[in-house]
Nanobody
Framework: VQLVESGGGLVQPGGTLKLSCATS????????MRWYRQAPGEGRVMVAT????????NYLDSVKGRFTISRHNAEKTVYLQMNELKPEDTAMYYC???????????WGQGTQVTVSS
């Protein structure tokens, strides 16, 4: 099983980034996909989740209206479009896959997002 995030980097406040998480080794279309983030000294927080069909999505309150999660089941990839970035969005962003009904899942290695002028 592999989840490989990409697309992070340094961006100015108000800028945009699009994260990607390419997966392999499991049946992607059967898994709920999530993006988490972890800032230095803080716990890991769920940012966005998307169900297996792609129709149901949920977001952390602080990113609603700015971030959009999407998935492409044929490409086995989940995305996080991040607009109007703020310094408080600075964190390591992780991709997570969870089979419905199970508590555990698979993690990627993370991609760093830094929002700074």
């Amino acid at each position: 099983v592999q989840l490989v995030e990409s697309g992070g980097g340094l961006v100015q406040p108000g800028g945009t980034l699009k994260l990607s998480c390419a997966t392999s080794g499991f049946i992607f279309s059967n898994y709920i996909m999530r993006w988490y983030r972890q800032a230095p000294g803080e716990g890991r927080v769920m940012v966005a989740t998307i169900d297996t069909t792609g129709y149901r999505r949920n977001y952390l309150d602080s990113v609603k209206g700015r971030f959009t999660i999407s998935r492409h089941n044929a490409e086995k990839t989940v995305y996080l479009q991040m607009n109007e970035l703020k310094p408080e969005d600075t964190a390591m962003y992780y991709c997570h896959a969870r089979y419905p009904g199970l508590d555990t899942g698979y993690w990627g290695q993370g991609t760093q997002v830094t929002v700074s002028s």
